[in-house]
């Protein structure tokens, strides 16, 4: 089955330290994002990536950092700089953006992963 | 930039009631407009979604929404609800170049 696969779907890390977030797609879909999801504030975008060795930051960037070195792989690194890491983050993905084409919009999400800072 | 607003953050139903979320969003030009749901302890999914044509979409499970230009609105409606659609449920608008924005979400509770 196609889908989007996160890894850990739970975390505890401490104070200080960095933690990757793992994000496989085997849709071969060209774009992929991080979502932060707190309660009360949807959802909102970290980064994304319209192409391999190609990502832009999203709305709340600041403390993360990505990859995208694999059509199928977009990591996530949460920083000791992220002042409020404690979350639920979701990874996506969708078609298009190959050749400067534009998608719809429409996401495929994973199941997320749930960060808790200790 | 461009914005979504849900109206509701928390609505309360007995099952057979009638649901109506809303839904406005800030851009003068053309949109593309999605409802996804989070069921508990499941993934983000599609509800239903509209780019262009008849401005009232169908989604699974019965759900409609309808999309008015002239009000920036894409409400969701479903004329009966039932336990199992208790779940959070987002409003997204992707309008041309930007990312998709997403609103704050409604909370669903339905009410044996």
């Known amino acids: 089955d196609g889908g989007i696969t996160q890894s850990p779907k739970y975390l505890f890390r401490k104070e200080g330290q960095n933690v990757t977030l793992s994000c496989e797609q085997n849709?071969?879909?060209?774009?992929m994002y991080w979502y932060r999801q707190d309660p009360g504030q949807g959802l909102r975008l970290i980064y994304y990536s319209q192409i391999v060795n190609d990502f832009q930051k999203g709305d709340i960037a600041e403390g993360y950092s990505v990859s995208r070195e694999k059509k199928e792989s977009f990591p996530l690194t949460v920083t000791s700089a992220q002042k409020n890491p404690t979350a639920f983050y979701l990874c996506?993905?969708?078609?298009?953006?190959?050749?400067?084409?534009?998608?719809?919009?429409?996401?495929?999400f994973g199941e997320g992963s749930r960060l808790t800072v200790l | 930039a461009q914005s979504v607003s849900q109206h509701n953050h928390h609505v309360i139903l007995s099952e057979a009631a009638s649901l109506e979320l809303g839904c406005n969003y800030s851009?003068?030009?053309?949109?593309?407009l999605f409802w996804y749901v989070q069921y508990p302890g499941q993934h983000l999914q599609l509800l239903l979604k509209?780019?262009?044509?008849?401005?009232l979409v169908k989604g699974i499970k019965g759900f409609e929404a309808e999309f008015i230009k002239s009000k920036f609105s894409f409400n969701l409606r479903k004329p009966s609800v039932q336990w199992s659609d208790t779940a959070e449920y987002f409003c997204?608008?992707?309008?041309?170049?930007?990312?998709?924005?997403f609103g704050k979400g409604t909370k669903l509770s339905v009410i044996p």
């Open positions: 851009y003068g030009g053309t949109v593309n």
């Open positions: 849709l071969n879909h060209d774009a």
């Open positions: 509209y780019f262009s044509g008849d401005p």
């Open positions: 996506a993905s969708s078609r298009g953006f190959a050749s400067g084409r534009s998608t719809t919009g429409e996401l495929f």
């Open positions: 997204a608008v992707k309008a041309g170049s930007y990312q998709l924005t």
